[in-house]
């Protein structure tokens, strides 16, 4: 079975400050795709980040980026110049070909004034 | 273009009732999800479908049925409620497995 692990279940970081989200995974397989998604007060689910795992460049969304390191099965968020809009639930996922996307359980981040 | 709409935004239903949760994509999208949370929980996929006339179990489908007579459509029934089914439902759908699944605003039910 697909597992996703995320071992920081709260996190708080300072306006304008960086904060990093770990997340570990556990596969058999080489060929797979990593997520992000945020679930802001709304509870509407976006993607923040994909990270396709045979490219080994690490995939960047403006002030999001990933730490990508595949034969540790880690995949972290970070989250430069925080904004109080980035208050939200951060939830990891993974998928590997033919199988179902596997959540998470999430890291509650505030971002402080 | 409206994205993933979901139908009902709230429900309370009592234990043995029964309902539908309608979902409807515009965006051409071959697969469509049916996902539960329950608090300070991630999603956990209920039934899935990688195209019209076809649909899956995922993993908690227990107590729950699932239609897609349309592309655009994936529906989700409850045949006799019970309390555990009390959670926040969303229906996603993408282009293909690995692609970004793009999520409805999601259903909060709640049974009695």
């Known amino acids: 079975a697909q597992t996703v692990t995320q071992s920081q279940p709260e996190m708080s970081v300072q306006e304008a400050e960086t904060v990093t989200l770990s997340c570990t995974y556990d596969?058999?397989?080489?060929?797979?795709?990593l997520f992000w998604y945020k679930q802001p007060p709304s509870r509407q689910m976006i993607l923040v980040i994909r990270q396709e795992a045979y490219k080994q460049q690490n995939a960047t969304e403006n002030r999001f980026s990933v730490n990508f390191q595949k034969a540790a099965k880690s995949f972290s968020l970070k989250i430069s110049d925080s904004q109080l809009g980035d208050t939200a639930m951060y939830f990891c996922a993974f998928i590997e070909a033919g199988n179902m996307l596997t959540f998470g359980g999430g890291t509650r981040l505030m971002v402080k004034p | 273009n409206a994205g993933v709409t979901q139908t009902p935004k709230f429900r309370v239903l009592k234990t043995g009732q029964s309902m539908t949760l309608l979902c409807a994509q515009d965006m051409n999208h071959e697969y469509m999800y049916w996902y539960r949370q329950d608090p300070g929980m991630g999603l956990r996929l209920i039934h899935y479908s990688v195209g019209e006339g076809t649909t899956a179990k995922g993993e908690v489908p227990d107590g729950y049925n699932v239609s897609r007579l349309k592309k655009q459509n994936f529906l989700l029934g409850l045949e006799s409620a019970a309390p555990s089914q009390t959670s926040v439902y969303f229906c996603?759908?993408?282009?293909?497995?690995?692609?970004?699944?793009?999520f409805g605003p999601g259903t909060r039910l709640t049974v009695l």
């Open positions: 996603a759908s993408s282009l293909f497995s690995g692609d970004e699944q793009f």
């Open positions: 596969t058999s397989e080489n060929n797979y795709y």
